[in-house]
């Protein structure tokens, strides 16, 4: 659960209409919704992001609609994870039920830059800015969500523990 | 342990005697909703799950209502997944269409679906609406809804609460939205994340049901898991005449312990308005003033009842739209549109120079019936403002009432009701 790539950093309170407008709703092919991700606060996104990018935020990312859409798109990106000073409560849940790793950590949020390099390892919790050196920690999660994340998501993880 | 009225209605539905704030729980469901957009995706999962059929036929509600009637053939095929899901499930609660369908959180209280006591999750954010019915009710995404459907049940984390003591009486022209876009300029749009925003204080009894639907309706706009108010005689009364289930009213404990307290007094509110780009950013409509505008949106889930058709015609009878404006008004469900019909709310719309449409969320998400062009502003009785959420990024929604509405559309510009009902009189 480690990954490595390149930080594209955002704001406070991105909503859900940002991450993926409603206009694209009319289909949730992960493929095509990543096309369009960020796209009105940041339209070369899509065609940068890198599979183990990371995309760092600040308070409440994610706010507003319940649309699952939104960390779909993220995911279908090749964003590895999704770093905030705080997240939404619904994309919070929304994340974890698809797979979309994320981490809480104010300190991180706010000294890591655009356009560093930068490491996370989802188990520890711990988040490296490669460019700067600095070595941030959030709490990490227990293990039944980690295997939950592990799993892919909510219906794959109940689905494993049904067998 | 004293417990907080959303606790109650949890821990009643987990089997418990007590919970407490931060306690992991698994609940039993009442009603698992989706609409045109979060239901496709959960229909994708729900095979997943294991199971053949969902877990109760009568407790699953789908209503067709986002980008219908379809604006495209992408939205055609996604209604289209839900209609044939529904179908195949036989799903009671399915609402089609032009056979007594709507915007599903007026939809749903209309039809007696929803009770006090009772515990709701939908595949849609504004599902906190049905709070005002002494509900627990809140918005989850598609995967949690397809696990709902499957299973009956889920988990939630039980959330701590601030309190809002609403005192006083609201003036003539000042409602339910302008009391949730002042909170939520008070308190911010993450000030109540994953909290309760409870509602007491002897100012709801001059809130009526559809003032309560509104003001529940946006407190996932200040973060929060859910909004509820307590159960009264305007609550049972609404219950009744919809043909809802027997009510089970809860109380939260004397001295059940709040995060904090937050004081308002109805009766000193003013018309509000919130600024692009998010609802917090609000402001007196009197201030606002002189913000010429290209566009009205009179409807959604937040405010499209018939007390909301009403106080528009009340502002619009006899008068014109403003030249250049467009003025778009629409009623949230087939009822409220017949009601309306009725009433003769319809024809004061087209003859002031609306166009009425068909239920639908259409425009509030930037679906269809009334998107805006770059640098294009809208004054919306829906609610949310953020970036391109009505069309172009660089196009502006102003979130405000029906009255606010109503009178920016007679302007031109955002306007005061009281200055348009004064000045033309």
Same mark, same amino acid.
């Given at each position: 659960?480690? @990954?490595?790539?390149?930080v !594209?950093?955002?704001?406070?309170?991105?909503?859900?209409?940002?991450?993926?407008?409603?206009?694209?709703?009319?289909?949730?092919d992960p493929?095509?919704l990543?096309a369009h991700?960020?796209?009105?606060?940041?339209?070369g996104?899509a065609?940068?992001a890198?599979?183990?990018?990371i995309?760092?935020?600040?308070?409440? *990312?994610?706010?507003?609609s319940?649309?699952?859409?939104?960390?779909?798109?993220i995911?279908? /990106?090749?964003v590895?994870?999704?770093?905030?000073?705080? *997240?939404?409560?619904?994309f919070?849940r929304?994340?974890?039920?698809i797979?979309l790793?994320?981490?809480?950590c104010p300190?991180?949020a706010?000294?890591? /830059?655009?356009?560093?390099?930068a490491a996370v390892?989802i188990?520890?919790g711990e988040i490296?800015?490669l460019t700067?050196? @600095?070595v *941030?920690?959030?709490?990490?999660f227990?293990p039944?969500?980690?295997?939950?994340?592990?799993?892919?998501?909510l219906?794959p =993880?109940?689905?494993?523990?049904?067998? | 342990m004293?417990?907080t009225?959303?606790q109650?209605i949890?821990?009643?539905?987990a089997?418990?005697?007590?919970?407490?704030?931060g306690?992991?729980?698994?609940?039993?469901?009442?009603?698992?909703l989706?609409?045109?957009i979060?239901?496709?995706?959960?229909i994708?999962?729900?095979?997943k799950f294991?199971r053949?059929r969902v *877990?109760d036929?009568?407790?699953?509600?789908l209503v067709?209502?986002h980008?219908?009637?379809n604006k495209?053939?992408?939205?055609?095929?996604q209604?289209?997944?839900?209609?044939?899901?529904?179908?195949?499930?036989e799903?009671d609660n =399915? !609402?089609?269409?032009?056979?007594d369908?709507?915007?599903?959180?007026?939809?749903?209280?209309?039809?007696g679906?929803?009770?006090?006591?009772d515990?709701?999750?939908?595949a849609?954010s504004h599902t906190?609406t049905y709070g005002?019915?002494?509900?627990f009710?809140t918005?989850?995404? /598609?995967?949690d809804?397809?696990?709902g459907?499957?299973?009956?049940?889920?988990?939630f984390?039980v959330p701590s609460?601030?309190?809002v003591l609403l005192?006083?009486k609201p003036s003539?022209?000042v409602?339910?939205k302008d009391?949730?876009?002042h909170?939520?300029g008070?308190?911010?749009?993450?000030?109540?994340r =994953?909290?309760s925003?409870?509602f007491a204080g002897d100012g709801?009894?001059?809130?009526s049901?559809?003032d309560?639907f509104?003001i529940?309706?946006?407190?996932i706009?200040?973060?929060?898991k859910?909004?509820? !108010?307590?159960?009264d005689e305007?609550?049972?009364?609404y219950?009744?005449?919809?043909g809802a289930?027997?009510?089970?009213?809860y109380?939260a404990?004397?001295?059940?312990d709040?995060?904090?307290t937050v004081?308002?007094?109805l $009766?000193e509110?003013?018309?509000e308005?919130?600024?692009?780009h998010?609802p917090s950013?609000?402001r007196?409509?009197?201030e606002a003033e002189?913000?010429?505008?290209d566009q009205?949106v009179i409807g959604?889930?937040?405010n499209g009842?018939?007390?909301d058709?009403?106080?528009a015609a009340?502002?619009?009878?006899g008068?014109?739209?403003a030249?250049?404006?467009?003025a778009?008004?629409i009623?949230?469900t087939?009822r409220?549109?017949?009601?309306?019909?009725d009433? $003769?709310?319809?024809?004061?719309?087209?003859?002031?120079?609306?166009v009425?449409?068909?239920p639908t969320?259409?425009?509030?998400?930037?679906g269809?019936m009334g998107i805006?062009?770059?640098g294009?502003r809208?004054?919306?009785?829906?609610?949310?403002?953020?970036?391109?959420?009505m069309?172009?990024?660089e /196009?502006?929604?102003y979130l405000a009432?029906?009255?606010?509405?109503?009178?920016?559309a007679?302007a031109?510009?955002i306007a005061?009701?009281?200055?348009?009902m004064g000045?033309?009189?």
């Amino acid at each position: 659960m480690k @990954s490595k790539g390149t930080v !594209f950093k955002y704001g406070d309170n991105v909503d859900t209409d940002v991450i993926i407008p409603a206009r694209y709703l009319n289909t949730s092919d992960p493929g095509e919704l990543a096309a369009h991700c960020m796209e009105d606060i940041d339209p070369g996104f899509a065609g940068a992001a890198r599979p183990g990018d990371i995309l760092v935020a600040g308070r409440n *990312f994610g706010c507003g609609s319940s649309r699952e859409h939104a960390p779909l798109a993220i995911k279908a /990106s090749g964003v590895a994870c999704v770093v905030a000073e705080s *997240f939404a409560r619904i994309f919070y849940r929304n994340a974890l039920n698809i797979g979309l790793p994320i981490l809480e950590c104010p300190e991180a949020a706010r000294a890591m /830059s655009a356009g560093h390099k930068a490491a996370v390892d989802i188990r520890t919790g711990e988040i490296s800015d490669l460019t700067t050196g @600095s070595v *941030f920690h959030a709490e990490p999660f227990p293990p039944f969500m980690m295997d939950l994340i592990a799993a892919g998501g909510l219906a794959p =993880y109940l689905k494993g523990r049904c067998r | 342990m004293k417990m907080t009225m959303t606790q109650k209605i949890l821990a009643a539905h987990a089997g418990k005697a007590e919970v407490h704030a931060g306690e992991l729980v698994m609940a039993r469901l009442d009603l698992v909703l989706g609409n045109d957009i979060t239901a496709p995706v959960a229909i994708r999962e729900f095979p997943k799950f294991g199971r053949e059929r969902v *877990f109760d036929r009568s407790r699953v509600a789908l209503v067709p209502d986002h980008f219908t009637p379809n604006k495209d053939i992408k939205a055609a095929a996604q209604c289209a997944a839900m209609r044939a899901f529904a179908k195949s499930q036989e799903i009671d609660n =399915y !609402f089609e269409v032009g056979h007594d369908c709507g915007v599903e959180h007026a939809l749903l209280p209309e039809k007696g679906l929803v009770t006090a006591g009772d515990l709701v999750i939908g595949a849609d954010s504004h599902t906190c609406t049905y709070g005002a019915l002494g509900a627990f009710s809140t918005g989850v995404g /598609s995967t949690d809804m397809a696990a709902g459907m499957a299973a009956g049940e889920t988990w939630f984390r039980v959330p701590s609460a601030i309190k809002v003591l609403l005192r006083g009486k609201p003036s003539k022209w000042v409602c339910g939205k302008d009391a949730i876009l002042h909170l939520i300029g008070m308190i911010g749009v993450d000030g109540a994340r =994953y909290r309760s925003l409870e509602f007491a204080g002897d100012g709801i009894a001059h809130l009526s049901m559809d003032d309560r639907f509104t003001i529940a309706n946006m407190a996932i706009e200040a973060g929060a898991k859910n909004g509820i !108010f307590p159960v009264d005689e305007t609550t049972l009364d609404y219950l009744r005449s919809h043909g809802a289930k027997e009510p089970r009213a809860y109380e939260a404990d004397p001295g059940a312990d709040y995060e904090r307290t937050v004081e308002m007094d109805l $009766g000193e509110l003013e018309p509000e308005v919130a600024f692009p780009h998010l609802p917090s950013n609000t402001r007196r409509a009197r201030e606002a003033e002189g913000v010429a505008i290209d566009q009205v949106v009179i409807g959604s889930c937040t405010n499209g009842r018939l007390s909301d058709m009403r106080i528009a015609a009340e502002v619009m009878r006899g008068r014109k739209v403003a030249e250049g404006v467009r003025a778009i008004v629409i009623p949230a469900t087939q009822r409220i549109w017949l009601q309306a019909m009725d009433e $003769g709310l319809l024809r004061v719309f087209a003859e002031a120079g609306c166009v009425v449409s068909p239920p639908t969320c259409g425009p509030c998400l930037g679906g269809h019936m009334g998107i805006l062009a770059k640098g294009e502003r809208c004054v919306a009785t829906t609610n949310r403002n953020f970036v391109g959420r009505m069309g172009h990024v660089e /196009s502006e929604v102003y979130l405000a009432s029906p009255a606010v509405a109503a009178a920016s559309a007679i302007a031109g510009r955002i306007a005061d009701p009281r200055d348009v009902m004064g000045e033309w009189r």
